[in-house]
């Protein structure tokens, strides 16, 4: 079965998302910036998701894991739980 593993940035808004991917392309850390401003519990560990299979997460993040370029800054990607930038660092 596919695995990959993946961290992410939750936010309340798309703009303050869109802030922080274009502070991440300026090279800030992404982990620092989960640590700060990350809604999900997730964010204590630098936005880390640990290792992944399809089907765990919400449908919009998954397909993000799943078939987007690997080591990207994606986003930011709506879910019912605010909007996401993902960073996918292995897949297989």
Do not use: N, T, W
Request: hydrophobic share 40%; net charge positive; charged share 30%.
């Amino acid at each position: 079965m596919a695995k990959a593993m993946a961290r992410h940035i939750l936010l309340a808004s798309e703009a303050e998302a869109a802030r922080l991917k274009q502070r991440l392309a300026g090279g800030e850390d992404f982990a620092r910036l989960a640590r700060r401003h990350s809604l999900c519990p997730s964010g204590k560990r630098g936005g880390d998701l640990g290792e992944i299979r399809p089907g765990q997460l919400v449908r919009p993040i998954d397909q993000v894991i799943f078939r987007k370029a690997l080591r990207e800054i994606h986003g930011p990607v709506k879910s019912q739980f605010g909007y996401h930038l993902v960073q996918v660092f292995y897949r297989d």
